[in-house]
């Protein structure tokens, strides 16, 4: 069993920065791939970026990449979601979670355990 709890989140303008963190616990966190995901109200939950267990491998969808950076320290239980020149389509709900895979994937159904969600608002 993985418990995640998102933070970071909050209220910034286009073009801002934040840095959401996702801490979990138990002792095997290592062994699990990590995955962030989006939810505009309204839309379907989408796939943001996603990291193996090493932190080795990374993807990332199309609609953010080169502007946010997904990582992970194993030592501490967290990932990280880097998010740069945010946009106001940006705004969501934003979910971590932990795939047994090991791999890198991303979809949401090869996703086991989730985080409560933290919002994140991006003003024109």
């Known amino acids: 069993q993985v418990q995640l709890v998102e933070s970071g989140g909050g209220l910034v303008q286009a073009g801002g920065s934040l840095r959401l963190s996702c801490a979990a616990s138990g002792r095997t966190f290592s062994s699990y791939a990590m995955g962030w995901f989006r939810q505009a109200p309204g839309k379907e939950r989408e796939f943001v970026a996603a990291?193996?267990?090493?932190?080795?491998?990374?993807y990332y969808a199309d609609s953010v990449k080169g502007r946010f950076t997904i990582s992970r320290d194993n030592a501490k239980n967290t990932v990280y979601l880097q998010m740069n020149s945010l946009k106001p389509e940006d705004t969501a709900v934003y979910y971590c979670?932990?795939?047994?895979?090991?791999?890198?994937?991303?979809?949401?159904?090869?996703?086991?355990?989730w985080g409560q969600g933290t919002q994140v608002t991006v003003s024109s």
């Open positions: 990291i193996g267990w090493s932190g080795g491998n990374t």
């Open positions: 979670a932990a795939s047994t895979t090991i791999n890198v994937v991303t979809s949401r159904y090869q996703y086991d355990y």
